[in-house]
């Protein structure tokens, strides 16, 4: 066998040798060939430019590109929303791109303010059908956006009004920095949508106590958001105030509050643009500091005090004591309760006394669903 490959060796490399020999000639063929058409390309391209100018051959080639890649270049792609929530923004990059505001007073086009509702969640929302009947014949006053564990995958119908509204989301635990990190992530993805004016921060557990018109208007005449801030004097207050804040933060500003806030829009770029407090609070709020209940109202009361109201606008009953509120089921719901919890308090709204303090409720169980729809109708109906 040894013999015979040598020889087939051989042959092949005469064969190469003999193809090498024919190559130059064809080779300069091809050549010439490209060196006329390119003299040719080069002559006409020159007499082009002469002809009709740089620019136009340009900007001749620019508009099929420009179809392809990007969008085009009207308002509309500045003040629609956007039209999928889910993207690949890093925090850092969505809260500068949310932080981006006009500087012109007024909008040069019809704005219909919208109020963003946004769910801060675990995993499903339970009381869905209730809002679902609240919103409804509104849907060009509202967004929604919700947050909740990475793990989760919601399976609301295309027909729901929940439908895709989640938001890229990472793990939040209460007390925690990730759970403002969440909060400040909602309004983020919410601030995107030029046309919401209020962003309200909602949970699995929160029910609306008012018609969405009524709250709709409460939100858009307000002079002040909805923001709990109160100085406690007490351990529970300034004792979780710790001097390393300082000197951005001093304990004479130190606020407490719950974390369910409802923000106009200037007060939504404030939290979001924050760079100054945000490393104080992240450092120096840790368990048994719980920096939900102190970043926001401590940061905001500091930054635009004028413009909170000092009281959160979402109804928790805490009269039974302990560490968490109480919680209301089946049993609980009933017109009477539903109206004392509408209407029997006193506060203000613009500098006036009001008996409407409350548009939002917690905490309510899965069973208290069917009751509460059953009373919607005329709770929800009122005023
Ligand atoms: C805290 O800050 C406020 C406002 O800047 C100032 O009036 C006050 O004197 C400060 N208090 C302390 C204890 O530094
Ligand atoms: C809320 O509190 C701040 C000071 O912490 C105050 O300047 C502001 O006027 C208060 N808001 C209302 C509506 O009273
Ligand atoms: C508002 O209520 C307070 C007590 O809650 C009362 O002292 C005050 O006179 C009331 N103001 C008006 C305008 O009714």
Redesign the pocket.
């Known amino acids: 066998m040894q013999p015979r490959a040598v020889i087939l060796n051989e042959g092949k490399d005469s064969a190469i040798r003999t193809q090498f020999r024919g190559i130059p000639s064809t080779l300069l063929k091809f050549l010439l060939l490209f060196l006329v058409l390119g003299l040719g390309f080069s002559v006409l391209s020159i007499y082009m430019t002469r002809y009709f100018g740089a620019q136009s051959i340009i900007s001749s080639l620019q508009p099929s590109f420009q179809n392809c890649f990007e969008e085009p270049n009207h308002l509309d792609h500045w003040i629609s929303p956007p039209s999928n929530l889910m993207h690949t923004m890093t925090d850092e990059e969505l809260f500068w791109r949310a932080s981006l505001v006009p500087r012109r007073k007024g909008y040069p086009f019809r704005r219909v303010p919208k109020v963003a509702l946004m769910f801060l969640a675990k995993g499903p929302l339970p009381l869905y059908p209730l809002w679902e009947e609240f919103l409804k014949g509104h849907e060009k006053l509202y967004s929604i956006y919700i947050h909740s564990l990475p793990s989760y995958q919601a399976d609301f119908p295309p027909t729901s009004v929940f439908y895709q509204r989640q938001i890229p989301s990472k793990v939040a635990e209460w007390g925690m920095m990730s759970m403002c990190d969440a909060e400040r992530r909602l309004l983020a993805n919410a601030l995107l949508d030029i046309s919401n004016e209020w962003f309200v921060l909602l949970s699995e557990s929160c029910i609306p106590l008012f018609n969405f018109k009524f709250i709709h208007n409460y939100f858009m005449r307000s002079h002040h958001s909805f923001v709990g801030a109160f100085d406690d004097p007490g351990p529970y207050g300034r004792g979780r105030y710790s001097d390393y804040m300082?000197p951005e933060v001093?304990?004479?500003?130190w606020r407490k509050g719950s974390q369910w806030f409802a923000a106009s829009r200037k007060l939504a770029v404030y939290i979001v643009k924050d760079t100054k407090f945000y490393p104080k609070f992240k450092e120096f709020c840790k368990p048994h500091c719980y920096v939900d209940e102190h970043y926001f109202p401590t940061m905001l009361t500091i930054e635009a005090p004028h413009l909170l109201a000092n009281r959160s606008i979402t109804w928790v009953d805490w009269s039974r004591g302990g560490a968490h509120p109480a919680t209301f089921g089946k049993a609980d719901i009933t017109e009477a309760f539903l109206e004392r919890v509408a209407h029997s308090h006193t506060c203000t709204y613009n500098n006036r006394n009001s008996s409407v303090c409350f548009l939002f409720a917690r905490k309510f169980a899965p069973s208290a669903l069917d009751p509460l729809l059953s009373f919607a109708p005329k709770f929800l109906q009122s005023y």
Do not use: D, E, F, I
Request: charged share 0%.
């Open positions: 300082a001093n304990v004479s500003q």
